[in-house]
Structure formats: structure tokens, C-alpha cells
């Protein structure tokens, strides 16, 4: 059975930018959420999708987006980048068949932004 | 709303000693209840879950939790510390009401003393 995988492991941007990053789900999970973790700080959620769908959002500004593909791989998005951008992103993935559903998490994606 | 609060950013124990991380919930409903271990440049591994059956929980690496509703705490315990447990420890509450977003304390950072 195949963990969650994320690329890359680091990335390295200036204010203004964009950023890609990416999440393979766990074999037979149908669900992923992505979480920003500060230095320091516990993940917060940004969003969750299922089955394609946005399926739930944190306290994040619009220029956070996702997309969840067929093969309930993701990507998160971040437009004009800031300096407060900078934090481990986590992606993590469970199959919603309830409630009480484990997320298992990625390695995570380092984005420096200077 | 649900939350929760992690007493104590910093723990130190000896090697052989007790570890004894505090979480606190905050929630209008049953909630459930998870701890996460992160060691440095990883991802969140999962430690333990509570979902309203047992309320003694054992999980990997000798760690159980006791979910005390009088108390609103799921409180992480070791009875003997090992070098290898040292890391950054996660409390996370989900329920009904928030779908399958998980929100996480703080952390607590353990030490362990040879």
C-alpha cells in the first residue's frame, strides 16, 4: 500500500509569485485536505476535497486554491505569494466513509518565501 | 466551535520516566479525538484515536490516552520514555459539526533526558 507523497520537498519563491504543490492520496482514500503548519504551530486546514469538490474550507484567502483530479491526486495553488506564505504545507488523505475517518498525512512541502 | 489546548509547549522527562502530555477539548458534541507525532522534517504519523468506544485508547510505541468527559481531556501517556520518543506531539478534535477537518493544538515538544 502506497503512503501519501508529496512534491516537492522544498521550494523556494519571491513575494509575488505563484506556487504549485502537489499530493498523491493513499491507495483506496477518496479525500484530501491540505494544511498550513507555521514554524512552531499546529496545521491549520485550508481546504478538503472530495471526489473533485471543494468539501470544506478554512480561514484562508481566496488566492488559496485547489483542484482534485480523477485519480484523487491534488494540488494546491497559492497566488501572489507573501512573506507569511512561508510554512510546511501537509497534505492528507482518508476515505470519509465516517465521521471518525483517520487522516494520514505527507511528508509535507517546505515553502520558503523571500 | 471545537478546539483544543495543549498545556505545556515544552516537556522534559528522563529516559525510564513517565511522559505525560495534557490535551483539552472543546466541543458541543462527542467529539473524536487523535495524537500526532512529528519528528523533525516529517510529516504527522498517527499515535492513537478515540471514537466513543473505549474510553482507554492504546496506540503504536507503548502511548495511550484516557478520554475523561467529566474533564473534557484526552491526556497522552508513556510509562517509561525512551530516546526515540522524543519529537512534537499533536492533540486533534473532529466531530459532526466540522466535517472531516481536524483542528489541531499547538503542540507539545518532548525532550527526553539520557
Known amino acids: 500500500e502506497t503512503g501519501v507523497t508529496q512534491s516537492p520537498t522544498h521550494l523556494i519563491k519571491t513575494r509575488g509569485q505563484q506556487v504549485t504543490l502537489r499530493c498523491s492520496s493513499q491507495s483506496g482514500h477518496n479525500t484530501v485536505s491540505w494544511y498550513q503548519q507555521a514554524l512552531g504551530q499546529g496545521p491549520q486546514f485550508i481546504f478538503q476535497?472530495?471526489?473533485?469538490?471543494?468539501?470544506g474550507r478554512g480561514n484562508f484567502p481566496p488566492r488559496f486554491s485547489g483542484l482534485q483530479f480523477p485519480n484523487y491526486s491534488s494540488e494546491l495553488n497559492v497566488n501572489a505569494l507573501e512573506l507569511d506564505d512561508s510554512a510546511l504545507y501537509l497534505c492528507?488523505?482518508?476515505?470519509?466513509?465516517?465521521?471518525?475517518?483517520?487522516?494520514?498525512f505527507g511528508p509535507g512541502t517546505r515553502l520558503t518565501v523571500l | 466551535a471545537q478546539s483544543v489546548t495543549q498545556l505545556g509547549s515544552h516537556v522534559s522527562v528522563s529516559e525510564g520516566a513517565l511522559v505525560l502530555l495534557r490535551c483539552n477539548y472543546s466541543s458541543s458534541v462527542p467529539p473524536y479525538l487523535f495524537w500526532y507525532v512529528q519528528y523533525p522534517n516529517q510529516g504527522l504519523q498517527l499515535l492513537l484515536k478515540?471514537?466513543?468506544?473505549?474510553?482507554l485508547v492504546k496506540g503504536i510505541n507503548g502511548f495511550e490516552a484516557e478520554f475523561k468527559k467529566s474533564e473534557t481531556s484526552f491526556h497522552l501517556t508513556k510509562p517509561s520514555a525512551h530516546m526515540s520518543d522524543a519529537a512534537e506531539y499533536f492533540c486533534a478534535v473532529s466531530g459532526p459539526n466540522t466535517g472531516n477537518q481536524f483542528y489541531f493544538g499547538t503542540g507539545t515538544s518532548l525532550t527526553v533526558i539520557p
Open positions: 492528507a488523505s482518508s476515505s470519509l466513509a465516517g465521521l471518525s475517518d483517520t487522516q494520514y
Open positions: 478515540y471514537t466513543s468506544a473505549a474510553t
Open positions: 476535497y472530495y471526489r473533485e469538490e471543494e468539501n
